[in-house]
């Protein structure tokens, strides 16, 4: 199992985890295909594929962090045990492995491109008029389903903290409490649009 770098970029008043470089992980089982490459190849219906490109899976990994919605670690693809003989993937495994990569490229581009979409023109639901246990929760689940596809590691969500307020004797004041928990509010909301739709990849 491969995992992919993810610069880190966000700066603000939360806490979050950061971001791993390489994961690593055998893959679970080996898929072995017979392809028949004969006949008319007008007449022909090969099965749909999306086709990945490696050299995206750095911006896609952007992109979905970008969001600032839920934390990742890096994405996630099959490689057998001899491509893990160098301490991890052995350099070029990306061309020794043509498929596999693009294979987790195609499912982190689909992931990517749906998480975007889904994420606008969100607004607060009425169940989330506060960021309380239940929303916490619901947020823990979406994330825990989001992890559950195994396209990349998906690790906790982005909660923001109230900022501390010379004001209020360096603590927050119920201004800030109120702003950050109607931010929080907006990227539960947004992370169970995600979930509803990347479900199926």
């Known amino acids: 199992m491969y995992n992919s770098n ?22 679970a089982c080996a898929h072995n295909a017979d392809i028949d ?18 050299s995206t899976i750095d ?5 979905i962090a970008a969001l600032e919605v839920f934390s990742i670690g890096a994405l ?17 495994w990306e061309e020794e492995y043509p498929e596999e990569a693009a294979a987790a490229a195609a499912r982190l581009q ?6 975007e ?31 559950s596809l195994e396209i990349v590691e998906v690790w906790s969500f982005l909660e923001v903290q109230p900022a501390n307020n010379p004001s209020c004797y360096n603590l927050p004041c119920e201004e800030d409490i109120a702003v950050a928990d109607d931010e929080n509010c907006l990227r539960a909301a947004r992370l169970e649009a995600i979930v509803q739709a990347t479900k199926d990849l």
Do not use: K, W
């Open 76 to 92: 996630i693809a099959d490689l057998p045990e001899e491509a893990l003989h160098c301490y991890g993937p052995c350099p070029g």
């Open 110 to 115: 689909a992931f990517a491109d749906a998480a």
């Open 59 to 63: 911006d896609n990994l952007e992109r």
């Open 6 to 27: 993810v610069p880190s970029h966000l700066e603000e008043d939360m806490e979050t985890r950061p971001l791993l470089a390489l994961t690593f992980a055998l893959a």
């Open 37 to 54: 490459n004969t006949g008319d190849n007008d007449n022909d219906v090969a099965d749909e594929q999306i086709e990945g490109d490696p």
């Open 117 to 147: 979409a889904a994420v606008q023109d969100v607004e607060p639901p009425s169940a989330y008029t506060t960021f309380d246990d239940a929303t916490a929760e619901a947020a823990a689940q979406d994330i825990a389903t989001l992890a």
